[in-house]
């Protein structure tokens, strides 16, 4: 019997794992991908807990707060895609979609909804490992006291804040660690693939998905009071903040 969990096992559950052991729900319904996804994790040293369908997943990350969701985008009932749109209202787990198409639309739609990597069908366990390993990697030990300013924006590396005048400003992981990144050398211009290994800890993925969260990150801050848009596209290389007031 595998070290995973049933989603009913895990739902009643009422410990979490131990702090030091990091936790994962693998969103799918077909058993061989269920077993391949549960014992990387497992390998990967997580806790691992199973959901077949979107509605008793996103009944169960309510209650345990995940570290990881593997989510496919093929779901009875509910889709992977709104899985990720109800997900990103109370939680901010990573989440690597599974799609079984290679297509930049389900990729894109992914990516806006606060996707934060992808993996397409049929997977091997290598690089699936892998790209479990570069989400585990992303997260950079930030300087106690450091606090980073640019044009009304300020980015609180250690509390991993982000405000604008005065009033705070969510942002997923992706986007506050592309915003970290830019912030930390302004007027600096940073090449999409150098974004791409800082941000997401590999530098061979797809291009477009920083492409994606950047976007998504100018949409949040074109809407803060203020409306600053202090980042700017230079065509052909990447993006830099500007770094006045």
């Not at 991993?160 to 912030?183: C, K, N, Q, W, Y």
């Not at 600096?188 to 590999?202: K, Q, S």
């Not at 530098?203 to 994606?212: M, Q």
């Amino acid at each position: 019997m595998t070290a995973a969990h049933s989603l009913e096992h895990a739902a009643d559950r009422s410990r979490r794992a131990p702090a030091n052991r990091p936790t994962a729900l693998v969103v799918e319904d077909a058993e061989e991908f269920v077993r391949i996804s549960a014992r990387i994790l497992e390998r990967e040293g997580f806790e691992v807990h199973i959901a077949k369908s979107g509605e008793r997943a996103i009944d169960i990350a309510r209650v345990h707060d995940y570290d990881l969701l593997l989510l496919d985008v093929a779901l009875p009932g509910m889709d992977g895609f709104e899985v990720v749109r109800q997900l990103r209202t109370f939680s901010d787990a990573y989440v690597l979609i599974v799609t079984a198409h290679d297509t930049e639309v389900e990729k894109v739609i992914g990516f806006r909804l606060g996707a934060d990597d992808y993996v397409t069908k049929p997977y091997s366990p290598a690089e699936l490992a892998a790209r479990i390993g570069a989400v585990r990697r992303r997260p950079r030990a930030p300087r106690a006291s450091e606090v980073r300013t640019a044009c009304g924006i300020v980015l609180d590396v250690a509390a991993r804040e982000v405000s604008i005048g005065g009033h705070p400003l969510p942002l997923t992981r992706i986007e506050f660690d592309l915003l970290r990144a830019l912030a930390g050398a302004p007027r600096r211009v940073f090449a999409r693939r150098e974004l791409l290994e800082d941000v997401w800890g590999h530098a061979h993925g797809d291009l477009r998905v920083v492409d994606v969260h950047i976007g998504n990150l100018r949409r949040k801050l074109r809407k803060a009071p203020g409306a600053p848009d202090p980042i700017v596209t230079v065509r052909g290389i990447g993006y830099r903040l500007e770094s006045g007031d």
